[in-house]
């Protein structure tokens, strides 16, 4: 097998870039460019690298096979963060005898040399693509071989009950039974459970990966654009006095503590009567439309509203998640502002009952020009769009998984079928497709052509 090369960081300026070589030529080729070693031996150390007419400090993780990443020689430089000197020591390496490596060979050979498994490959690509606190806990789970042990169970069932109907088959003129209907019946429903209770957990992973789109909607003029300004760190949409600036639905992505969100600004909505006329004019009626449209759509509705507006609460579509009164550095409104719909968003009836009568958003005041409230703000976001604590127990599955499982379901759901019909033959042929179609999922039945189609989308240096 040949020795590959790649830049195997992030690109970009940081405080180190990473280049790594794997294979029977790693360790030669790597220490063709070493000088001035600040110390002997080891596996990890100091020195100066010479390449390219010109020498660099840089250490150097050396990985005997078979104990290193991918099972092979590996060796890692860690250079100076300069993403141009990391090209040029990628560019002596290849001139050395390594050729670039191909995208996710790094752990393609892992898998091939036995020291991962499949869905611990995949995990490596979840990892790397995870967007917030929860899919990068899904995707550590998966590469730290959850799935796998989650599997090896109903594998182990199934390859066990198998062996014995395949027996009894064999020995089926002796009147000898191995297994009752009902031991079998009992035995595959516990392994349709646990597939069952394993694609509930991929469900969950899917909901996670899905990027929350949170709505601020508001009368015009409410301080929906400021607000979303000041959220995204920079001036995404224009800010004006003047009521009705935004015409059209502007979007874009916060990071909150525990992931990428899509803040979206809503033109103001009008309620009817409120726009000058008598009627809406097209393009009036259209942004609308389009505002209810986005309200309709968002998994978070942010209700917007001028601490200085004394009209009732604006009427939308849906209960929205939470009420934020804008511009709280200006002066604090008269208590007659607020109105008879305004005090029950509090919780309690109007006529002073003390029984809440529905369920009502939380109010913040925040102040997007001084910053007042804008913390509290985005910890309320965030417990909105990722739950008030991180779910546990779920996995990435990818559509792969997803797949294989579903497709052991249903030659499950035909085995019950055989128990019942007493066809020990075709009992045992749907039972070999259950095996296979797990197997699949950790690699122990998996085409050429299906490892390509995985491993080919993992980035470079993987």
């Not at 940081?14 to 294979?23: D, N, Q």
């Not at 600004?265 to 389009?290: F, L, N, V, Y």
Request: proline share 6%; with cysteine.
């Amino acid at each position: 097998m040949d020795t590959i090369a790649a830049i195997s960081s992030a690109v970009g300026p940081a405080a180190r870039i990473i280049v790594r070589l794997s294979g029977p030529q790693a360790l030669r080729i790597a220490g063709g460019m070493r000088v001035h070693p600040e110390a002997k031996g080891g596996s990890a150390f100091r020195c100066r690298l010479s390449f390219a007419n010109l020498v660099a400090p840089s250490w150097v993780y050396l990985f005997r096979a078979p104990r290193s990443y991918t099972g092979e020689d590996l060796v890692e430089l860690h250079l100076p963060g300069s993403p141009v000197l990391a090209k040029m020591m990628l560019e002596e390496l290849l001139k050395s005898g390594a050729r670039p490596a191909e995208p996710g060979e790094f752990t393609a050979r892992a898998y091939f040399n036995g020291r991962i498994d499949l869905t611990e490959a995949e995990g490596v690509a979840a990892t790397i693509a995870a967007g917030n606190e929860q899919e990068l806990s899904a995707a550590r789970r998966l590469l730290a071989g959850e799935l796998a042990r989650r599997i090896a169970g109903p594998l182990d069932l199934i390859a066990d009950t198998l062996a014995l109907i395949e027996v009894g088959i064999d020995f089926s003129e002796e009147d000898v039974s191995f297994l009752s209907p009902d031991e079998l019946a009992e035995r595959i429903r516990r392994i349709d459970e646990a597939m069952r209770r394993l694609l509930g957990d991929g469900a969950r992973f899917e909901r996670l990966a899905h990027e929350p789109r949170v709505v601020l909607a508001g009368r015009p003029n409410a301080g929906k654009s400021t607000l979303l300004n000041a959220l995204a760190g920079h001036e995404r949409a224009v800010v004006s006095p003047i009521a009705g600036t935004t015409r059209d639905v502007l979007s874009a992505q916060i990071v909150l503590s525990r992931g990428i969100v899509r803040v979206i600004d809503a033109s103001g909505i009008e309620e009817p009567g409120d726009e000058p006329g008598t009627s809406m004019d097209e393009i009036a009626g259209k942004m609308r439309r389009q505002a209810l449209r986005a309200v309709e759509e968002a998994d978070v509705v942010v209700l917007v509203r001028d601490v200085q507006d004394s009209r009732p609460q604006l009427e939308l579509t849906r209960t929205p998640s939470l009420v934020v009164r804008s511009k709280a550095d200006v002066a604090q409104p008269p208590s007659a502002v607020f109105d008879r719909r305004s005090k029950s968003m509090g919780g309690f009836p109007p006529d002073g009952g003390t029984q809440p009568r529905v369920a009502v958003p939380q109010v913040l005041d925040v102040s997007a020009l001084s910053g007042a409230g804008m913390d509290r703000l985005g910890e309320r976001l965030d417990a909105l769009c990722f739950g008030e604590s991180a779910p546990h127990g779920s996995l990435a599955l990818n559509v792969r998984h997803i797949q294989a499982v579903n497709e052991a379901c249903e030659a499950l759901r035909r085995a019950a079928d055989r128990v019942v019909a007493g066809a020990p033959e075709l009992l045992a042929l749907e039972l070999r497709e259950v095996l296979d179609h797990l197997g699949g999922v950790v690699g122990r039945v998996s085409p050429d052509d299906l490892l390509g189609r995985i491993f080919s989308t993992f980035c470079v240096g993987k």
